[in-house]
């Protein structure tokens, strides 16, 4: 028997179509892209969260010369923003990856350890966290829900 999984996202022209405190988040992934550490795969992500206090959290990727022992940009926030915030409840996370000096790309979802990194933390919180991801200069995805992008999720349930 064979069974199909669909998924659902929506497609966001461009950041003008974001509201007020999308664009803060949009705004604020992009500016923290500009810091990441990448010398050696020249990718750079930057990666945004919006806290359930109102405050954003920036975070990007940072690499290493024991590559790949570095850290994508989502787990870099993610767990910082957990360290320091352990009881808030996260409710968005805006994601963009490029190349270092792209002036154009596509829309570029978290890889799947930081897909995973992320299930537990809405686990964690009993709430799902909305998940945005950009192109450089135009459409932006978003999913309710980490399960959009990891339909077969591993959890604490299989323990």
Not at 80 to 88: L, R
Request: charged share 25%; glycine share 6%; with cysteine.
């Amino acid at each position: 028997m064979e069974k199909e999984f669909n998924i659902k996202f929506e497609v966001i022209a461009n950041k003008n179509d974001l509201n007020e405190v999308e664009k803060k988040l949009c705004a604020a992934a992009f500016e923290s892209r500009e810091k990441a550490y990448a010398p050696y795969s020249n990718f750079s992500v930057g990666c945004a969260l919006l806290l359930e206090n109102g405050e954003i959290i920036t975070g990007n990727n940072q690499e290493n010369a024991a590559y790949p022992s570095g850290l994508c940009a989502e787990r870099t926030t993610i767990f910082w923003t957990s360290a320091n915030y352990p009881n808030v409840k996260i409710k968005k996370i805006f994601v963009i990856g490029a190349p270092k000096d792209a002036l154009t790309s596509s829309p570029i979802p978290p890889c799947g350890s930081c897909r995973q990194s992320i299930l537990e933390y809405e686990a964690k919180q009993g709430e799902n966290i909305e998940i945005y991801f950009a192109s450089l200069d135009g459409e932006i995805f978003k999913t309710k829900s980490i399960r959009d992008l990891l339909p077969f999720s591993f959890d604490a349930s299989f323990l």
